[in-house]
């Protein structure tokens, strides 16, 4: 196998097409004895899993309409387990003819290939210090698959087949994450079972984040109580994977969280700056709030932590008074407090506190709220921030963020440069083909921007067809090289719809603070060498003079 993510996938995806011929055939044995012998469940939950993982993996690789009908197959012999009493004719026909229909995309398979699939490279290269990522699943390779997906953006990966070695692995490799799948041999919710008896002993520390071929209320349901911090369906894409971690698990040191703390109790404030800090969120601790808004711009907290009583004003007033400033309203405000009269609650909680926390607290108590009220106001923003077909970041929304990394670049003399990229006659893909197919190509560009680029570097969706590369530290002579790279290897993958083939490039012009150190005049320059690569030809890269 070769040692590039490409070469990897395409390995891993060859390997499930030759199971399938085996698959199929376990899969007619095991429901074979169901629909001839007299009612099983403890056959149904068999057949239930091996589908279940064909779902899974069939998904993760584009394979959808394997997915799909496999999918059906999986809730009828969900529903016929739940009923649990002998099959009507009217069940073995529903049953059978599912699974015929299975077994025929199955055999079909071929023709599923004929579609593209996203390839990834190793941009990002892994380092020691890396964070490492659990993937939890008893489908070894749905779990090299994805080792290979959160490899490529950066992250350390360990994978555990056994639930029986899940405790002993969170002590081992203390990871920062852990991706579980719900339903295992032993068991349709296994995964969310397992979770909540170490959250019980208090083994884990980190986020959980589910992810399953079942996208039912129930298995939602299960993974919301057992404390999960989000759910994947197995069919997710690279983008949706790294949007996911973005929220929960920022790879930049300087995303970290920040908690500030408004508490006159010094040992108090000691108290919960140790158990925030061994979650690694920085804390600042204030015991006076005269100075409060000062402390909340230098210090720009993703949590306010306030406590209910302190002299001269109330968690209630302080919550009031920030929510008073518009700046700040946006901040999440948890109260602490040991006070159990439910109506005060309420009035907490209507006057701004976006969460309360009874005194005494257990450690993981006080984690969890932070962590739950910092993941929702950033998924928030996100979806404020993000473009919602391609999942990047609005030009526009972070505007402001440009300007100080570029002012910061001018002020001590380090290159910045800016790329706006353009895809070559895409007027004429919508039109050929149709938007649908249009939106697809876009997104398959985001994400082939997002995992080409260095993490230091910003992919926006500036507007169209039309995306905008931040080149932090980077001069113009080597942000064409970067995207040269990118616009050789998009140029040879090939599109397909229906039975017709085509390829899509992309052009872009280039500009730098050497020439340009106004961020309109710099999004201009760049501009008109666009302008310029498109007249020469297309599928090419200027640079502003």
Known sequence: MSNTANDKVDAIRTEFINSLPARSSKIQSIASKLLEQPWDQQRAKDLIYEVHNLRGFSGSHGLMKINEFAGKAEDIIEALRRKNTALTPEDRVSLQTALDSLNTRMSNVHEELKHNFAKYQDPIKVMSTSPLVMIVDDDHAFCETMAVQLESLGYRTKYIYDLEDLEQSIH??????????IIFKNGETAGTKIISELREKEEIKCPVIYMSARDDINARLAAVRSGGSAFLNKSFGLSDLKNTLDVILPLQRNSSYKVLIIDDDKSMNAYCTAILESANIKVSCLESPGNVFEYIIN??????????????????????????????????????SGETDINKQFIMRSVGADDFILKPFKPHHLIDTVLNRIQRSRQTKKMIYTDGLTGLMLFPKIKDQI???????????????????????????????????????LREFADFLTTRVRRSDIVTRYGGEEFAVIFPYTSGE???????????????????VSDFEFQVTFSAGVATIDQYQELEELLSAADQALYRAKESGRNTIDLAS
């Open 172 to 181: 081992t490799y203390d990871p920062k994450a852990i991706f579980m799948d």
């Open 299 to 336: 210090f720009d907290p993703d949590v306010i932590l306030l406590d209910m009583y302190m002299p001269n004003i109330n968690g209630l007033e302080m919550a009031c008074v920030i929510r008073q400033h518009q700046a700040f309203s946006s901040i999440p405000i948890v109260i602490m």
């Open 403 to 441: 300007l100080n990394l570029m002012d910061s670049c001018i002020r001590y003399s380090l290159d910045f440069s800016i790329a706006l990229i353009d895809l070559d006659f895409f007027k004429q893909v919508n039109d050929k083909y149709g938007h649908l197919v249009g939106d697809q190509i």
């Open 478 to 496: 080597n942000a064409i090289l970067a995207l040269n790279s990118i616009r050789d290897a998009f140029a040879k993958r090939v599109q397909h």
